[in-house]
């Protein structure tokens, strides 16, 4: 039983890591979306400064308006990127949590294991 016991605490403890090394993916996958969610707003106010350049270059302007487009559709698309990414460190967040559940599950099973043993031994 105590071997038993040890080997579900030991399965615990693997599963306890391998979910910390889930978050730590998913943390980095939220720093990713973060990133592209600050260079989709630098690209929005270049967007803005353009149109502005437009209004008061009229020779200019449709070139302008045009690059501004150009970079409100890169915008669009890191953004749904950094929703992408954001809906996949969830998803690992939530494997994580099911993970850690498992974990503690096993080590619950590895306690009363232990207390059956201590019982035991002391009849």
Known sequence: LVNRAVSLVNRAVSLVNRAVSLVNRAVSLVNRAVSLVNRVVLLVNRAVSLVNRAVSLVNRAVS?????????????????????????????????VSLVNRAVSLVNRAVSLVSTLTHTQAE
Do not use: G
């Not at 487009?69 to 915008?75: F, T």
């Open 64 to 96: 302008l308006v045009n690059r501004a487009v150009s970079l409100v559709n890169r915008a669009v698309s890191l953004v749904n990127r950094a929703v992408s990414l954001v809906h996949h460190a969830v998803s690992r967040v939530n494997r994580a």
